[in-house]
Each structure stands twice: as C-alpha cells, then as structure tokens.
C-alpha cells in the first residue's frame, strides 16, 4: 500500500505546507476513506485526531499508525464527544455508508449527519478552521436519465420516507447545516465533496456480509461462490479508486480559492453491476456463477438505477483527473484481499 500513499502524494506535493505541523481532526477516520485520509496527512508530517466508534470503521485500518506520535485515536461517538482540542482543520466524514448496515443502524446514521455535523461545524467556527464534508451521491436520490452524468447543480429526487432516507436525508441535512453556516461566517472555508462509489484495499474490512458490492463480488469470485447480482445488473455504479478519490478530496480542502463550496468527487466512467459481476469473474478466474435477480440481504426498493458523476467542475477548478480505472484498480483489491 506504500504504492498508493507515493501516488497520492506525489499529486499533492504543492500543499505540503499546508499540511506540515497542522492539526487535523478527522472524524470517521477508522473508515475505509477516512484511514487513508489519515495515511495521507501523516505521510505529509500532519498531526491526525481520529475520531471513530467503529460501527462500520475498523482497528485494521489504523492499527499500523498507533504508534505514531502524531496520531492520536479517539474511540468515541463523535455526536457526544466534548472536544476542546485546537485543530487547523476538521474533516467531518463519520457516517454508516454501506446500505445494509445503515439500514440497521438508521437512528445513528441520522445522528451523525445532525448531531455529529453540528459538533464538527461547531469545533471549525471556534477554532477558525478549514472544514471538509464528505456528502454522497446519494442526495441525488434516482435521477432520470437526462440529468445523468449529474451535476452539482440537479436537485436530486430522493424518497424521504423509506429504506435508504436515514442516509440519504442525514447528508442533505448536513449539507443545509453547513450551507447556513456559510451565510453566517463568511471568512471560514467550508467545503462539500459529493463522493461516488468508491472502492480500494481496506473496503468494508470487517463487514463481509455488510460489505459493499464490488468487495462481495470480489469475495465470493474468490471463493467460489455464487456471484449474486440483485435484479437485472443493468443498473449502474461509477467506480472511483481510493487514491484518485484522496487526491480529489485533498485538493478539495486545501485549495485556496474557489467559486463553490460543493464538488462532485469520483470517476465518471459508468459501469453496470452485470458489467462489474463478470469483470470481476474474469480476473479473479473463479469457476463462480453469475446469478442474476438474487435474493437481496437489504431492502432494495429504492436502488438507484444509475450513478455517474459529471466531474467537469472538479477538472475545472481543481484540476482533478481519476487516474485508476476498474481493470486496474480491481487487480489492486484481488490482490489485497488474497493477502487478507
Ligand atoms: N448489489 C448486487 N449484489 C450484491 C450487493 C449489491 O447486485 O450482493 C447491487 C445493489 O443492488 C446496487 C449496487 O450493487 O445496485 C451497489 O450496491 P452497494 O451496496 O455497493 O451500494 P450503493 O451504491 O447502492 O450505495
């Protein structure tokens, strides 16, 4: 993994200064983006505060960074932290993201994204730091294929009273928290990145059954198991790999200036789930069957039927290029997880 922190920092060399000697609490940072936001920060001599209640994060992906003096772990909910610590920056990316287990932990998944982004808002305006919120696709809800890829600017049209809203509704909260924060303290930089299905070594670590569906798919290829695609595999995803997504986000803080506060971050090459299922078949070399309408272990009612992010504000102002594609990327995670 020494590869992805070099191809990561490599990219975000010019804001080294930045990040030097400065003190960033990252909340949810036991996570699967979260751990790598860390390994980043401490690889550029940042100091990290971790915040994690390890509902979905996981003691793997920070257990190589507890003995470094400059990472300090939190083992707390960050809704009833009282935190009096002076940071430069606070990353708010806490929160259940994986659709099954949000689907059972649905009160705290709306507290992280209410109580836990007021705490974190709260902690940026008193010590005047520069905050970052790692918001989702999901605010877009199902868009209709017109609006698809989808920019920024599409409302979204998303089911507030149903099995994915304890989600979907916890990150536009947020995001109508922070905007109200903007119009009350302007000099602060508050910054939301919509992130799109991402995946990369330490995803879903400790939730095989919860997992999400490129690290299942890659599982059960694995092991020989039936590979199971819910309906018809033709809804879509857009597959970003972590470093390309960590450069996004990195750049999304640190940058000085820029003309909006809300950026799509992933890659906008759209796959369908039948595509991903043999991809996945192929480089694993798995005897697996694929099996198309499998019993779901969550509730699917409201699965998008497609995701695409258009990325051409963050290549614009960012200048942020995905550089990993599936093919590549997914040889990555086969050969994580064979180590694992
Ligand atoms: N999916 C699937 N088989 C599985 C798990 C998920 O076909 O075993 C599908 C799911 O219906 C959805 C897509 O894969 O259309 C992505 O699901 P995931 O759980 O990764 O998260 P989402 O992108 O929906 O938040």
Redesign the pocket.
């Known amino acids: 993994m020494i590869q992805e922190i070099d191809e990561i920092t490599k990219e975000i060399e010019k804001y080294a200064d930045k990040i030097e000697d400065k003190t960033f609490l990252i909340t949810g940072g036991a996570g699967f983006i979260g751990s790598w936001f860390c390994d980043t920060i401490l690889s550029l001599n940042g100091k990290v505060i971790c915040v994690d209640n390890f509902i979905s994060g996981s003691k793997k992906n920070i257990e190589h960074l507890q003995r470094n003096k400059r990472f300090k772990l939190i083992k707390k909910d960050f809704c009833t932290l009282k935190f009096n610590k002076k940071v430069d920056y606070v990353i708010h990316m806490a929160s259940i993201?994986?659709?099954?287990l949000y689907q059972l932990h649905p009160l705290q998944t709306l507290d992280i994204g209410y109580i836990g982004t007021k705490n974190a808002l709260s902690i940026a305006v008193k010590n005047k730091a520069n905050f970052l919120f790692t918001s989702t696709?999901?605010v877009y809800g199902n868009p209709p294929d017109d609006q698809v890829p989808t920019k920024e600017d599409y409302y979204g049209y998303v089911n507030s009273f149903g099995e994915?809203s304890m989600y979907d509704e916890s990150k536009r909260v947020s995001e109508a928290m922070i905007y109200s924060f903007i119009k009350k303290y302007p000099s602060i930089k508050f910054r939301i990145a919509r992130i799109f299905?991402t995946y990369g070594p330490r995803l879903d670590q400790d939730a095989s059954q919860y997992?999400?569906?490129?690290i299942?798919?890659v599982q059960?290829a694995l092991f020989n198991q039936p590979?199971?695609?819910?309906?018809d595999?033709k809804?879509t995803?857009s597959f970003c790999y972590i470093t390309d997504q960590i450069i996004g986000l990195s750049k999304l803080l640190l940058e000085d200036d820029l003309p909006f506060n809300i950026f799509n971050i992933g890659n906008d090459k759209e796959t369908s789930?039948l595509e991903?299922?043999r991809l996945v078949k192929e480089l694993t070399k798995s005897k697996s069957e694929i099996i198309l309408n499998?019993k779901?272990?969550?509730d699917?009612k409201d699965?998008?039927r497609r995701?695409c992010p258009d990325i051409s504000r963050a290549r614009k102002y960012l200048g942020f290029n995905p550089k990993i594609n599936l093919n590549e990327g997914l040889k990555r995670v086969i050969e994580w997880y064979k180590k694992h």
Do not use: H, M
């Open positions: 993201a994986s659709p099954p696709s999901e994915r299905n997992g999400r569906v490129l299942k798919f059960q590979i199971t695609v819910y309906g595999g809804q995803r789930i991903l299922a499998a779901p272990n969550y699917i699965d998008p995701r």
